[in-house]
């Protein structure tokens, strides 16, 4: 454990409730094995007292924190600088205190991306990415079938207006010529045709491990060899990953996406270009019992 000092630097993650986050275990983790003197700490905020304590950060001299629900959209209103990426997907997950200023960023998309651009590394150009559900995770997820070149990507969410609002938020951004968004209805068409999946919603999530945005009467049609990505954690591997498993899928969790978007936060408040990943990894694996 990190000795603190009265020249500890402070680092955190706000949100509402807090106290799940499992940030702390792995970028404590990190900054032990990289000798810094810094501390990582949860800072439940309630909405309405948002403002005051982004104030009281700056007074205490906080280095940077993680944001995560429900502050990712209402903090960008407070940050005097936002990066093209966080504007593009509409929320920001890290800010950093730079200039006497706060700046807004989203490594969300990087951790989303990070092991389809290296474990499962192919040519994105010619494939097809379905995506269920378009809250905030979705935007991120959009963002990076984008980055990586997909030639369409789908959004199929359940509430009629919420989707359209979803298709109109990305106005005439060039991510819109390839967003094409849908009610569930459609989403036994696209099965069909996907090369990824990806949920997005929090169908599955502890404690309601028995649940999936699927029936196994729709995931029967995901072709084989297809990757399935659940940004879930807990349960590993959720009933969702089970199914796409059984029809032959590559399947990958939400353990990675969590790490890797953790890892990129932390070379921007370090300012360095590498960070101990494995450490953090391991980390949370051991915190979850699954080593």
């Known amino acids: 454990m990190t000795k603190v000092t009265g020249t500890t630097k402070l680092l955190g993650v706000i ?15 990190a900054l032990a094995a990289l000798g810094v003197d810094y501390i990582y700490l949860p800072f439940p905020i309630k909405p309405e007292n948002l403002q005051i304590a982004i104030a009281g950060f700056a007074a205490i001299g906080v280095t940077g924190f993680s944001v995560t629900i429900p502050h990712k959209q209402a903090i960008m209103s407070l940050l005097s600088d936002i990066t ?55 935007r991120a997820v959009v963002a990076g079938c984008y980055q990586l070149g997909f030639a369409e990507i789908h959004v199929v969410g359940r509430n009629e207006p919420k989707v359209i609002e979803f298709r109109d938020s990305w106005g005439s951004s060039p991510i819109a010529e390839k967003l094409q968004v849908h009610t569930w209805p459609t989403l036994a068409k696209l099965i069909p045709q996907a090369n990824l999946l990806v949920n997005t919603t929090p169908m599955g999530m502890y404690p ?84």
């Open 15 to 29: 949100g509402h409730p807090v106290e799940h986050s499992l940030s702390p275990v792995m970028h404590n983790a």
């Open 208 to 291: 309601k491990v028995d649940d999936s945005p699927l029936s196994a009467a729709e995931m029967i049609d995901l072709p084989s060899g297809a990757i399935a990505y659940d940004l879930i954690y807990i349960p590993q591997p959720t009933k969702f990953l089970q199914q796409a498993e059984k029809q032959g899928a590559i399947v990958i969790d939400g353990l990675e996406m969590l790490v890797q978007q953790g890892a990129a936060a932390l070379k921007i408040w370090l300012q360095q270009e590498t960070v101990p990943v494995d450490v953090m990894r391991q980390a949370l694996r051991q915190h979850l019992g699954l080593i």
């Open 84 to 138: 093209p990426v966080a504007q593009a997907i509409g929320a920001v997950n890290t800010v950093t205190r730079k200039n006497q200023q706060w700046v807004g960023t989203n490594t969300d998309i990087e951790g989303f991306i990070a092991p389809l651009q290296t474990t499962y590394q192919q040519d994105w150009s010619q494939k097809v990415a379905v995506i269920l559900g378009n809250g905030g995770a979705a």
